[in-house]
């Protein structure tokens, strides 16, 4: 059974940075896609940032480019997501995902992903 859990969220003033990480059992990140997903109170749930089974390719919605970094540690079984600058807007629920896919691209589609973890809250103060 695959299990993921978040944890790295937090409250942070604007312009901080966070690391989110995802820890996995179950399952190992380096041969699967991963996805870092956020949902907002009253707004649908969005990929911010995916990586290939491979690592070959990643995916950054254009709100967070240049300043998220997506990122796996092999030997952990971990999954980060490292925000840099954040915003007020950025502050969300966020999930990591994988699949039991290994879909050629990063994928950024909820549907491709098929386990999830409880997600961990990031409130960004102005």
């Known amino acids: 059974q695959v299990q993921l859990v978040e944890s790295g969220g937090g409250l942070v003033q604007a312009g901080g940075s966070l690391r989110l990480s995802c820890a996995a059992s179950?399952?190992?990140?380096?041969?699967?896609?991963v996805g870092w997903f956020r949902q907002a109170p009253g707004k649908e749930r969005e990929c911010v940032a995916a990586?290939?089974?491979?690592?070959?390719?990643?995916y950054y919605t254009d709100s967070v480019k240049g300043r998220f970094t997506i990122s796996r540690d092999s030997a952990k079984n971990t999954v980060y997501l490292q925000m840099n600058s954040l915003k007020p807007e950025d502050a969300a629920v966020y999930y990591c995902?994988?699949?039991?896919?290994?879909?050629?691209?990063?994928?950024?589609?909820?549907?491709?992903?098929?386990?999830w973890g409880q997600g961990t809250q990031v409130t960004v103060s102005s």
């Open positions: 995902a994988t699949s039991r896919t290994r879909f050629s691209l990063a994928r950024r589609t909820q549907s491709d992903y098929d386990y």
């Open positions: 179950g399952r190992t990140f380096t041969s699967y896609p």
């Open positions: 990586l290939a089974w491979d690592g070959a390719t990643t």
